[in-house]
C-alpha cells in the first residue's frame, strides 16, 4: 500500500478524533526492517514518500489555522515521539 493509503486508513482517524479532544497513539511494533520507521516517518522530502507523522503534522495544522478564524477556539498541540530499540529508548 501507498504512504497516502496507511494514512488515510490509520492517521486521519487519529487526527478526527484529536480534533474532537481525544488523546491518540500510534504504536508501531515488529522485526527489525520490516518498515515500522518507512510507515511512521517515510522520506519527508518526497511528498509521496512521507509517512503518517509528516503527513499528520501537515493536515493538523493545516486544520488549526482554518479553525483559529472561529470566534473562541483554542488549541494546545503536545506530542512526543519514542522508539525503543534493542531495550534502549532513543
Given at each position: 500500500d501507498?504512504?497516502?493509503t496507511?494514512?488515510?486508513a490509520v492517521?486521519m ?10 488523546n491518540?497513539?500510534?504504536?508501531a ?7 515500522k ?6 522520506d519527508v ?6 509517512g ?5 503534522c501537515?493536515r493538523?495544522?493545516?486544520?488549526l489555522?482554518?479553525?483559529r ?7 494546545t498541540?503536545?506530542?512526543s515521539y519514542?522508539?525503543i ?5 532513543f
Amino acid at each position: 500500500d501507498s504512504q497516502e493509503t496507511v494514512f488515510n486508513a490509520v492517521g486521519m482517524h487519529l487526527l478526527d478524533n484529536a480534533m474532537n479532544a481525544y488523546n491518540g497513539c500510534i504504536f508501531a511494533y515488529g522485526q527489525t526492517g520490516s518498515g515500522k520507521s518507512h510507515s511512521m516517518v517515510g522520506d519527508v522530502h518526497n511528498e509521496a514518500e512521507r509517512g503518517i507523522l509528516p503527513r499528520a503534522c501537515v493536515r493538523l495544522f493545516a486544520t488549526l489555522d482554518d479553525r483559529r478564524k472561529e470566534e473562541g477556539f483554542e488549541a494546545t498541540v503536545l506530542a512526543s515521539y519514542l522508539e525503543i530499540y534493542n531495550e534502549r529508548i532513543f
